[in-house]
């Protein structure tokens, strides 16, 4: 079996889903609000690229921890609350290429979603009158944007092994609610840098982040991704 | 059908349970269950809520890892990594699938995840389940019975040598619980394909399997091949009269051993009476007591799985 032709229905799975649409909808007014937010907080009402930008994506690559966390523990959970893992199970299939094709298109939407949540939250500015475009400007703040979901998405992994014990996606998306209200009180406290999803945050603001950041962050997304294959490989479907 | 390689395993078993033990915790759901399903044999398997029929399934699908005691499928060891086994087998628990997609759509996922590589395959299984008016239908839309058909159209789009079903004919009009009755029947009898069948419908089950296995507190306690079902089923003579004392007075003293039923008849159990019971009608007109009730009453397939796993069902 190619791991193709899993990713093929994988991607249909997901593709020809409501929940695919909808997580659209959802996440395009988180930048729409914020965007209005940034501009009715700012003084003069008169705001530049640069602040708009700054404000609004420390808020939103937040958001979008919700988001990716969502979209993980659904891709997994789904097959549990669709009773579907049985048929996946008794498929002349590797369970290690059916847990690979999934992060694969976790990936792929995970990004997507970034990508979605950065464009709408341009285009609301452009909307809003918002001054000062400089394509390298929006290069920059577009990169670091990306380079900080992306961080955000290995965290997600521990998630998506939650997903799996518990069978279903209402866990994760408890644990995640948790997590960032300790994270608000972790970062006020002035660990944000050590605690796994709070460094995105750090990188977002400073552009930079120290080895022991680098290390914890590592370690939690690949013990996710480690236990999320183990699970499938070993545990008992009952 | 891949006829060379379904000859090449002609001689191994198509299934193997050899002393398997399963428990959770405390509990042991399955206690040395043996048992042995051959090529081409439509296998009932037939116990209680809890008797350990799913665990057993999922135990032959590696779904969960025996305790103790070894599986095999065609020859070949079960266990979770051995998943190129499932090329040849289809397997349907409860009618499953992804609600937002089509039939159709579901069926080239399944058609897909089965490494089947002609696309017709899916127009040739909707055909065969009379699936074709709905194929454009979302999966959450269709009815009971038909997405009971879409989960059969999975576990046989491949072609597997062997097929595990729980309960197939659920949510199934009876011309439908006919129609796949038929095609199990076609599918063993013509493709050579094994069927192991769980059901709680057992009058259905006698209809279609070829044997019948019963599981009671995870032990397999009986085998038997339909063909000689009949054989195995209890006879009794019940009788009435008008005078229901004086009939017992007559049967006690000629030495024949009898109950009373729920519905007040007289029921001899003793084989003697079943032999003869002409000679016992005889018997009571000559004592002045004619019987206005007089038949040997066969007992039904549930009757003989309740006295199999030593239940009663009620005195009737």
């Known amino acids: ?238 | 059908m891949n006829i060379i390689s379904k000859q090449k395993n002609r001689g191994t078993k198509a299934i193997q349970i050899e002393s398997l033990h399963k428990n959770f915790g405390e509990y042991k759901a399955l206690n040395n269950l043996s048992l042995e399903v051959n090529r081409g044999e439509i296998f009932g398997f037939l116990g209680l809520n809890g008797a350990g029929k799913t665990t057993t399934i999922k135990t032959l699908l590696g779904m969960l890892r025996p305790t103790s005691g070894k599986l095999y499928m065609l020859g070949e060891k079960v266990h979770a990594g051995n998943y190129k086994l499932w090329d040849k087998v289809g397997y349907l628990e409860e009618a499953t699938f992804y609600p937002d997609l089509t039939l159709i759509e579901n069926l080239d996922i399944a058609r897909r995840m089965q490494g089947v590589s002609d696309k017709e395959s899916v127009n040739r299984v909707i055909c065969k389940l009379g699936l074709e008016p709905h194929e454009k239908k979302k999966a959450k839309q269709l009815s009971l019975g038909n997405k009971q058909r879409l989960g059969l159209a999975k576990a046989m789009i491949h072609n597997p040598e062997i097929m595990i079903l729980d309960e197939p004919i659920n949510g199934l009009d009876p011309a439908g619980v006919a129609e796949i009755r038929n095609m199990l029947y076609d599918l063993a009898k013509n493709f050579g394909v094994t069927i192991f069948i769980s059901s709680h419908l057992l009058e259905e089950l006698a209809k279609v399997a070829t044997r019948l296995g019963i599981i009671h507190n995870g032990h397999l306690i009986q085998e038997i091949e339909m063909a000689k079902l009949e054989q195995s089923l209890q006879k009794n003579l019940v009788l009435d009269g008008r005078d229901k004392n004086a009939l017992k007075s007559v049967l006690k003293e000629q030495g024949y051993e009898f109950e009373e039923t729920m519905d007040g008849h007289l029921k001899l159990t003793d084989g003697h009476a079943l032999e003869s019971p002409e000679r016992l009608a005889e018997l009571l007109v000559k004592s002045n007591q004619p019987p206005t009730l007089l038949r040997v009453i066969t007992e039904d397939l549930e009757g003989y799985f309740l006295r199999t796993i030593g239940m009663v069902r009620g005195n009737i």
């Open chain 1, 1 to 238: 079996m190619n791991i193709l032709s899993v990713l093929h229905c994988e991607i249909r799975k997901i593709i020809r889903s409501n929940v695919f649409g909808l997580v659209f909808l959802v996440f395009a007014f988180g930048p729409i609000m914020m965007g209005v937010g940034t501009i009715l907080s700012s003084n003069t009402g008169d705001i530049n690229w640069q602040m708009y930008l700054t404000e609004l994506l420390s808020g939103l690559a937040a958001l979008g921890l919700i988001g990716y966390t969502f979209i993980s523990a659904w891709v997994f959970g789904r097959e549990f609350s669709d009773k579907t893992i049985k048929d996946l199970l008794s498929k002349p299939v590797s369970r290690s290429q059916i847990v690979m094709s999934k992060l694969l298109v976790i990936l792929a939407w995970d990004l997507l979603l970034a990508l979605f949540m950065f464009v709408v939250a341009l285009a609301a500015g452009g909307v809003l009158g918002v001054t000062g475009w400089s394509d390298a400007l929006i290069g920059d703040v577009f990169f670091r944007f990306i380079i900080t979901s992306l961080l955000f998405i290995v965290v997600t992994t521990p998630g998506t092994f939650l997903a799996n014990i518990s069978k279903g996606y209402l866990a994760p998306l408890g644990l995640i609610l948790v997590i960032v209200i300790f994270s608000n009180v972790l970062a006020s406290m002035g660990f944000a840098p050590y605690f796994p999803w709070t460094i995105p945050s750090v990188f977002q603001s400073t552009g930079f982040l120290n080895l022991s950041s680098i290390i914890i962050l590592a370690s939690t997304g690949i013990a996710g991704i480690v236990g999320t294959f183990a699970w499938w490989r070993f545990a008992e479907q009952q």
